[in-house]
């Protein structure tokens, strides 16, 4: 049984151990044989086990037949001594047995695994032996790799055919595959899935940008490929411009003046379009983003947009019309003017320029027909209109405000202006004046002031009239057709007022008068002639004088004019008798007549004054340099001179004494070297008091003669007799007195100092002390004899002046002492009394 066994078993041994011409298996009709058939899944280079009962046979075999053949081939058996792997199992995988079984394991599956496994297993071998036969069909599956995407054109123009490719390198099927799309805001979306590896895609639009990926999938696995970028060529489309600040208006968009203004082009396009920008179809930009900051109104115009794709050489266009608000330079100007002949205000307020036009509204005190005010004085509705027509008679004020406010889009206030109506402060004003070429007589008639002006027109005689004009009016009026003493009219008219104002001119010939007929004044002086109007004269015409030669009198040095519209007053200088006696003319005329008035000026000399004669011309010291001089009036209490001429000459010059003093003057010398007759020379004495005076700065060598004449104004006297100055009386006993009187002071003094030397210096000098002061009494007495005063007598005469050597005049020894020391120099003879005379001497120096 055991070797039936055996013999079975050897069956099942590999067929390199056992050879087998067929497949059959013959067995004891007794024995029973087990099949079982079953499919295993392993995926390769992973595990999988191969199941081959539940226990553990007596004996197992396991073989292994490649699909496309029928030989098996042994993997791994057992005969009860343990298993035994073959080297077949090698190229399978990593084998091996399941411990207690007869299964495999077989790990990091390979390809070659694929196929039919055999396990042959027999149980029961001594009692009643049982066969059993596994068919394991394994499958090895092969995991899908990571796939990869190809795309025909990853750049493909908007309009084309593209195809996209999921390649695998590894993978067993049935694949599936699932194709996604991500686009460039991150949102995924599946277009496709199935078990095509390929899309075609037609008609490419730019919608088809964006990310791509394939995603494959079989029983094993599911991988996905890397993103792939398709890039969608096309445009550029019609551009798009954004307009910062957002303003759009009918004509397009605007912007207020002075602002920035930012003009934003954006074209879908790939690659991106390249921008440029122009301004009237004048390139003025390059770039996307315009920004003109602080705009003005002269950028108002059309902007143009074009994009351009360089790759497909493409572009597109877009224009925009941009206006810029501006406003109105300034403020609005308001003012008031008179409607309807002067019974009606019109309010005018003017804002020029500007875009769009401001907008502009009346308040204030408002009146319209039919139309009730406010108790506040403004309007009830916002008056739009720049012109009101207001009727006077509403106007409850004479002094009343009106405003005009103006608004516009580009300004952020509003602005206004004001004006008011008001009847003129003063009353109305006419005068006449005449032409220079008195030609015309124009009169003028005015009322300044006021808003709006008032109407002016004149009425005058015989038809003499003018129609109304605003303010002020003029009539002219030929010269001299002006009518005399009738008044003219001239009105005023307010529309403020209901009655109208007047004023009148009146022309009447001038009459002129004057102060005095007959002037008289002494010549020299200065004279003024007076001139007037009786009254005030229309019109006015201009006072001329003329002089006593018929001559008309501008401003010179002879005559001065100072006048008005009323008088004129002419001022005659420097009077001379024979020059400018006589008739003068003051002569004035007017558009209705002419009139003159005579004057008549009589210049008078003055009164020759009295006789002089000089009493006294005497030098003053011996010196002779200066004179004392006194004189007499005749007739004095009678007056009529207003000072006097004192002159003097140089006659001769006396023989030995020319240069002699020092005080001779430039003026004297001068004399002495002169040639020619001698000159006076004066010296004016404006005091009419006046009875003496000193002439100095004499040359004491020289011989003069003085007189003296009286002067009154412009009237000179007649001349003094010329007279020699006499020598001063002199005495020279006193001079000799006092010289001598000195000189004995002095020597006193001198003797009382040697007593006094003598005394201190006793020890030094004991002989001349006992001599001066002995024992006795008697013989220390000191002879001191004074003689007498020498008086050296001139002559009589002026007294020489002190240090002038050369001094003529008598001369007087002043006193002069001995020294008592020189006097001391002497020893005197031992015990001899010693006598000391002092002498005084009084000498002239």
């Given at each position: 049984?055991?070797?039936?066994?055996?013999?079975?078993?050897?069956?099942?041994?590999?067929?390199?151990?056992?050879?087998?011409?067929?497949?059959?298996?013959?067995?004891?009709?007794?024995?029973?044989?087990v099949?079982?058939?079953?499919?295993?899944?392993?995926?390769?280079?992973?595990?999988?086990?191969?199941?081959?009962?539940?226990?553990?046979?007596?004996?197992?075999?396991?073989?292994?037949?490649?699909?496309?053949?029928?030989?098996?081939?042994?993997?791994?058996?057992?005969t009860?001594?343990?298993?035994?792997?073959?080297?077949?199992?090698?190229?399978?995988?990593?084998?091996?047995?399941?411990?207690?079984?007869?299964?495999?394991?077989?790990?990091?599956?390979?390809?070659?695994?694929?196929?039919?496994?055999?396990?042959?297993?027999?149980?029961?071998?001594?009692?009643?032996?049982?066969?059993?036969?596994?068919?394991?069909?394994?499958?090895?599956?092969?995991?899908?790799?990571?796939?990869?995407?190809?795309?025909?054109?990853?750049?493909?123009?908007?309009?084309?055919?593209?195809?996209?490719?999921?390649?695998?390198?590894?993978?067993?099927?049935?694949?599936?595959?699932?194709?996604?799309?991500?686009?460039?805001?991150?949102?995924?979306?599946?277009?496709?899935?199935?078990?095509?590896?390929?899309?075609?895609?037609?008609?490419?639009?730019?919608?088809?940008?964006g990310?791509?990926?394939?995603?494959?999938?079989?029983?094993?696995?599911?991988?996905?490929?890397?993103?792939?970028?398709?890039?969608?060529?096309?445009?550029p489309?019609?551009?798009?411009?954004?307009v910062?600040?957002?303003?759009?208006?009918?004509?397009?968009y605007?912007?207020?003046?002075?602002?920035?203004?930012?003009?934003?082009?954006?074209?879908?396009?790939?690659?991106?379009?390249?921008?440029?920008?122009?301004?009237?179809?004048?390139?003025?930009?390059?770039?996307?983003?315009?920004?003109?900051?602080?705009?003005?109104?002269?950028?108002?115009?059309?902007?143009?947009?074009?994009?351009?794709?360089?790759?497909?050489?493409?572009?597109?266009?877009?224009?925009?019309?941009?206006?810029?608000?501006?406003?109105?330079?300034?403020?609005?100007?308001?003012?008031?003017?008179?409607?309807?002949?002067?019974?009606?205000?019109?309010?005018?307020?003017?804002?020029?320029?500007?875009?769009?036009?401001?907008?502009?509204?009346?308040?204030?005190?408002?009146?319209?027909?039919?139309?009730?005010?406010?108790?506040?004085?403004?309007?009830?509705?916002p008056?739009?209109?720049?012109?009101?027509?207001?009727?006077?008679?509403?106007?409850?004020?004479?002094?009343?405000?009106?405003?005009?406010?103006?608004?516009?889009?580009?300004?952020?206030?509003?602005?206004?202006?004001?004006?008011?109506?008001?009847?003129p402060?003063?009353?109305?004003?006419?005068?006449?004046?005449?032409?220079?070429?008195?030609?015309?007589?124009?009169?003028?008639?005015?009322?300044?002031?006021?808003?709006?002006?008032?109407?002016?027109?004149?009425?005058?005689?015989?038809?003499?009239?003018?129609?109304?004009?605003?303010?002020?009016?003029?009539?002219?009026?030929?010269?001299?057709?002006?009518?005399?003493?009738?008044?003219?009219?001239?009105?005023?008219?307010?529309?403020?007022?209901?009655?109208?104002?007047?004023?009148?001119?009146?022309?009447?010939?001038?009459?002129?008068?004057?102060?005095?007929?007959?002037?008289?004044?002494?010549?020299?002086?200065?004279?003024?002639?007076?001139?007037?109007?009786?009254?005030?004269?229309?019109?006015?015409?201009?006072?001329?004088?003329?002089?006593?030669?018929?001559?008309?009198?501008?401003?010179?040095?002879?005559?001065?004019?100072?006048?008005?519209?009323?008088?004129?007053?002419?001022?005659?200088?420097?009077?001379?008798e024979?020059?400018?006696?006589?008739?003068?003319?003051?002569?004035?005329?007017?558009?209705?007549?002419?009139?003159?008035?005579?004057?008549?000026?009589?210049?008078?000399?003055?009164p020759?004054p009295?006789?002089?004669?000089?009493?006294?011309?005497?030098?003053?010291?011996?010196?002779?340099?200066?004179?004392?001089?006194?004189?007499?009036?005749?007739?004095?209490?009678?007056?009529?001179?207003?000072?006097?001429?004192?002159?003097?000459?140089?006659?001769?010059?006396?023989?030995?004494?020319?240069?002699?003093?020092?005080?001779?003057?430039?003026?004297?010398t001068?004399?002495?070297e002169?040639?020619?007759?001698?000159?006076?020379?004066?010296?004016?004495?404006?005091?009419?008091?006046?009875r003496?005076?000193?002439?100095?700065?004499?040359?004491?060598?020289?011989?003069?003669?003085?007189?003296?004449?009286?002067?009154?104004?412009?009237?000179?006297?007649?001349?003094?007799?010329?007279?020699?100055?006499?020598?001063?009386?002199?005495?020279?006993y006193?001079?000799?007195?006092?010289a001598?009187?000195?000189?004995?002071l002095?020597?006193?003094?001198?003797?009382?100092?040697?007593?006094?030397?003598?005394v201190?210096?006793?020890?030094?000098?004991?002989?001349?002390?006992?001599?001066?002061?002995?024992?006795?009494?008697?013989?220390?007495?000191?002879?001191?004899?004074?003689?007498?005063?020498?008086?050296?007598?001139?002559?009589?005469?002026?007294?020489?002046?002190?240090?002038?050597?050369s001094?003529?005049?008598?001369?007087?020894?002043?006193?002069?002492?001995?020294?008592?020391?020189?006097?001391?120099?002497?020893?005197?003879?031992?015990?001899?009394?010693?006598?000391?005379?002092?002498?005084?001497?009084?000498?002239?120096?």
């Amino acid at each position: 049984m055991v070797a039936q066994l055996l013999g079975l078993a050897f069956l099942f041994l590999p067929t390199s151990l056992v050879t087998f011409t067929t497949y059959a298996v013959k067995i004891n009709p007794n024995w029973e044989v087990v099949y079982g058939n079953n499919s295993v899944y392993g995926v390769l280079a992973k595990a999988v086990i191969l199941e081959c009962g539940i226990t553990l046979p007596d004996i197992y075999l396991w073989s292994f037949t490649k699909p496309g053949t029928e030989g098996l081939r042994s993997v791994v058996f057992d005969t009860g001594k343990g298993p035994r792997i073959q080297k077949l199992a090698q190229t399978l995988g990593r084998l091996t047995v399941i411990s207690n079984s007869a299964s495999v394991s077989i790990e990091k599956l390979s390809l070659a695994a694929h196929g039919l496994f055999t396990c042959q297993a027999i149980y029961d071998l001594e009692r009643d032996p049982k066969v059993f036969y596994y068919y394991v069909h394994l499958i090895v599956q092969v995991p899908i790799s990571k796939p990869y995407l190809l795309m025909s054109d990853v750049s493909p123009v908007e309009g084309s055919t593209m195809w996209m490719h999921c390649n695998l390198e590894n993978g067993t099927g049935p694949i599936q595959y699932v194709w996604q799309h991500e686009t460039s805001s991150s949102n995924f979306s599946t277009f496709a899935r199935g078990n095509n590896k390929v899309i075609n895609v037609t008609n490419v639009n730019r919608n088809h940008t964006g990310w791509y990926r394939c995603v494959a999938s079989n029983p094993i696995n599911s991988e996905s490929s890397n993103r792939v970028k398709l890039d969608t060529i096309f445009g550029p489309d019609i551009p798009k411009i954004d307009v910062t600040p957002y303003s759009i208006t009918e004509r397009g968009y605007s912007a207020l003046e002075r602002e920035t203004v930012s003009l934003l082009c954006q074209a879908q396009s790939y690659p991106d379009s390249q921008y440029v920008w122009f301004y009237n179809n004048s390139q003025i930009y390059t770039g996307p983003h315009l920004t003109i900051s602080k705009i003005l109104r002269m950028h108002t115009g059309d902007y143009a947009c074009l994009a351009q794709n360089t790759y497909l050489n493409t572009r597109s266009r877009k224009t925009i019309s941009l206006t810029v608000y501006y406003p109105p330079d300034g403020s609005p100007s308001c003012s008031v003017e008179p409607a309807l002949n002067h019974t009606s205000l019109r309010l005018l307020c003017s804002w020029p320029g500007g875009f769009p036009s401001p907008s502009l509204h009346w308040t204030g005190h408002l009146k319209r027909a039919g139309q009730a005010e406010a108790d506040t004085g403004q309007q009830t509705d916002p008056l739009t209109n720049t012109a009101i027509l207001l009727p006077s008679e509403g106007l409850t004020s004479n002094n009343s405000l009106f405003t005009c406010s103006g608004s516009h889009l580009a300004l952020k206030q509003s602005t206004e202006c004001s004006t008011r109506t008001y009847i003129p402060p003063a009353e109305p004003v006419c005068f006449a004046y005449v032409t220079n070429t008195k030609q015309y007589l124009m009169l003028s008639c005015s009322w300044d002031g006021g808003a709006p002006k008032a109407l002016v027109w004149w009425e005058g005689p015989g038809g003499q009239s003018k129609g109304g004009e605003e303010n002020s009016n003029i009539l002219i009026l030929r010269y001299g057709t002006a009518h005399s003493g009738k008044p003219y009219t001239c009105h005023v008219k307010h529309p403020l007022l209901v009655q109208t104002k007047t004023c009148r001119v009146t022309l009447d010939a001038p009459v002129l008068q004057t102060r005095h007929r007959f002037v008289s004044v002494y010549e020299g002086s200065d004279v003024k002639l007076t001139c007037n109007l009786r009254a005030n004269y229309l019109p006015v015409s201009e006072i001329t004088w003329f002089n006593n030669q018929g001559v008309g009198v501008q401003d010179t040095s002879k005559y001065a004019l100072l006048r008005t519209s009323a008088w004129a007053n002419l001022t005659v200088r420097d009077t001379d008798e024979t020059q400018d006696s006589g008739e003068y003319r003051c002569t004035t005329s007017n558009a209705v007549g002419g009139t003159e008035i005579n004057v008549t000026l009589v210049v008078k000399r003055h009164p020759v004054p009295p006789n002089a004669t000089l009493v006294k011309v005497v030098y003053n010291s011996r010196l002779r340099n200066e004179v004392e001089l006194e004189w007499q009036v005749e007739n004095e209490e009678g007056g009529g001179w207003t000072g006097f001429i004192l002159q003097h000459r140089w006659v001769s010059e006396r023989p030995g004494r020319r240069g002699s003093s020092h005080n001779d003057s430039k003026e004297d010398t001068d004399k002495e070297e002169r040639i020619g007759p001698p000159v006076w020379y004066r010296n004016i004495i404006q005091d009419p008091e006046a009875r003496s005076h000193t002439v100095g700065r004499l040359t004491p060598t020289a011989t003069y003669q003085f007189r003296i004449t009286p002067v009154n104004h412009r009237t000179v006297g007649h001349p003094s007799a010329a007279k020699t100055p006499a020598e001063p009386r002199y005495n020279v006993y006193p001079a000799v007195i006092g010289a001598a009187i000195g000189g004995m002071l002095i020597a006193a003094f001198l003797t009382a100092l040697l007593l006094v030397f003598i005394v201190r210096n006793r020890n030094n000098n004991p002989r001349l002390h006992d001599m001066l002061f002995g024992l006795q009494h008697s013989q220390s007495r000191e002879n001191i004899n004074f003689p007498e005063d020498e008086v050296v007598g001139g002559s009589e005469g002026g007294i020489e002046e002190i240090g002038g050597s050369s001094s003529p005049g008598p001369t007087m020894a002043l006193p002069r002492a001995s020294s008592p020391l020189a006097a001391s120099q002497a020893s005197p003879p031992e015990e001899e009394p010693v006598s000391v005379t002092i002498t005084v001497k009084a000498t002239g120096s």
